[in-house]
């Protein structure tokens, strides 16, 4: 039980830089409208990077490697198409943001109860 927790806790530790770092390269597009001109792209991209790798390394404390990779492209892939579909709703970026972890929050709390 108290090992369910602590993998929970780090997957969950493991989303938030991986979401950073997506919010980032959403925030280097040109068509993005959260701000109202572009990040740089190539720090951007950087920054998603360095939060993939990052996610990475946390999955892997409770994962095996191939799992930890495998769980961070998932999360990759699905933190980029919902900046992209999310941000249409919104034109505060706190919001936004805000919005996104307390949904994420219930969801785990919910499939924990669950």
């Known amino acids: 039980?108290?090992?369910?927790?602590i993998c929970i806790i780090m997957s969950f530790l493991a989303i938030i830089p991986i979401w950073l770092g997506c919010l980032a390269c959403y925030l280097g597009s040109e068509k993005q409208l959260l701000l109202s001109k572009p990040m740089n792209k190539s720090i951007?991209?950087?920054l998603l990077v360095i939060g993939y790798v990052i996610g990475?390394?946390?999955f892997?404390?409770?994962?095996?490697?191939?799992?930890?990779?495998?769980?961070?492209f998932v999360t990759l892939m699905l933190a980029l198409v919902s900046h992209t579909i999310l941000s249409t709703y919104t034109t505060s970026i706190w919001r936004f943001n805000t919005s996104v972890v307390a949904s994420l929050l219930?969801?785990?709390g919910v499939s924990y109860v669950a």
């Open 44 to 46: 951007a991209n950087f």
């Open 1 to 5: 039980m108290k090992i369910n927790i």
């Open 60 to 72: 892997s404390l409770s994962f095996a490697l191939a799992s930890s990779l495998l769980a961070a």
């Open 106 to 108: 219930v969801l785990a």
């Open 56 to 58: 990475v390394a946390i």
